[in-house]
């Protein structure tokens, strides 16, 4: 079987647990939506950055609200680029599929189109 990446990003509000957590889980969920095989069985991990500017809770955790009790997640700190976007969080999924990297759907919600327009969803997709 191959492993395919997916990556998706998306912006907070602010530093606060629950705006972390829900943000990541309107991420993760677009990310299952879009990729419609993706399943919690078949994800051989997860990394999860944050910039310096959020430290209020690890986003892996709304993944294990999600279910992914048994997906090895990780979370780390993004590398603090001068003017980079801020209040951002990034995640790569390690998925076990047969489909081809061009058939995976990445997914960046709020002002992080900006980090990939080119592999942004349009807003009502």
Not at 6 to 20: D, H, K, L, M, Q
Not at 61 to 88: D, F, K, S, Y
């Amino acid at each position: 079987m191959t492993m395919r990446g997916i990556r998706g990003a998306t912006v907070v509000t602010g530093n606060e647990t629950a705006v972390i957590i829900d943000a990541t889980r309107e991420l993760l969920l677009a990310i299952l939506q879009a990729n419609p095989t993706l399943e919690p069985a078949d994800i051989a991990s997860a990394f999860f950055s944050v910039t310096d500017d959020l430290d209020a809770t690890y986003p892996a955790l709304a993944a294990r609200q999600l279910g992914w009790m048994h997906v090895p997640l990780l979370c780390t700190r993004e590398i603090p680029v001068p003017n980079g976007l801020p209040l951002c969080i990034r995640v790569l999924i390690h998925w076990n599929t047969e489909l081809a990297q061009t058939a995976v759907t990445h997914v960046y919600l709020r002002e992080a189109t900006q980090l990939r327009p080119d592999l942004s969803l349009p807003a009502n997709s």
